[in-house]
């Protein structure tokens, strides 16, 4: 059977692979008990490897979507996936849509940390903004951008919801590869640096509305 395969464009292309795959299992293009096309014509359909072909397949497994026969092949054997955990279902996010997310998250936990924050949160969160300017001004990339997940996170962990800090240290550690690729320089973290002083200062006087303003401003400047 031939079928039109879209272009891969996605940094993991196992998880580009598992997905076109489950989409076509999903629609009925493979039926249950159906066996899917053998590694040559999936590497030739989709132009990878071997290695990337086995991983996908692997990853339908552990979905629950296709069983492996040694010698017959590969077979479709639900076109439902058992619940994928969270962490796996990030790992296969588009940037856009992770990063959506966080900042979403972001502005909830801002409003949170202005009504429940401690003395020892403020200590914490100025720590990380001066670290954070500090490796601005000195064009410290990776300093930087690991000090701006730390004040947000410290942020995270002033809101006293045990499962919004989960949940974005979650996030935050699926988008620190893609921070790397996007910030090669420090400028953008010079030019936030007010909003996020602002920001602060909103939660240290406990003011939940304009933490959640100040939250979206910053939000509104992720390019």
């Known amino acids: 059977m031939m079928t039109n395969f879209q272009p891969l464009q996605r940094r993991n292309l196992a998880d580009e692979v598992a997905a076109q795959l489950r989409q076509l299992i999903s629609t009925g293009t493979y039926g249950v008990g159906q066996r899917l096309p053998t590694e040559p014509e999936l590497m030739q359909q989709f132009g990878v490897g071997r290695s990337t072909i086995r991983e996908a397949v692997r990853l339908m497994v552990n979905a629950g979507l296709v069983r492996v026969q040694q010698g017959l092949g590969t077979f479709v054997i639900s076109q439902q996936a058992l619940a994928e955990p969270l962490a796996q279902r990030f790992n296969r996010a588009h940037f856009q849509d992770l990063n959506e997310v966080r900042l979403l998250l972001e502005v909830k936990i801002a409003e949170k940390a202005a009504i429940h924050r401690t003395k020892e949160d403020i200590a914490r969160m100025k720590a990380f ?95």
């Open 129 to 223: 903004l001066k670290k954070r300017y500090d490796a601005a001004k000195a064009n410290d990339v990776e300093a930087c951008r690991r000090a701006d997940v730390d004040f947000h996170t410290a942020i995270a962990t002033a809101s006293g919801n045990e499962i919004m800090v989960d949940l974005y240290k979650t996030i935050a550690t699926h988008l620190i590869q893609s921070f790397k690729d996007r910030y090669t320089d420090t400028v953008t973290f010079l030019e936030t640096q007010h909003l996020h002083k602002a920001l602060l200062e909103s939660i240290i006087d406990k003011d939940s509305a304009q933490a959640l303003i100040w939250a979206s401003r910053i939000s509104s400047s992720v390019k």
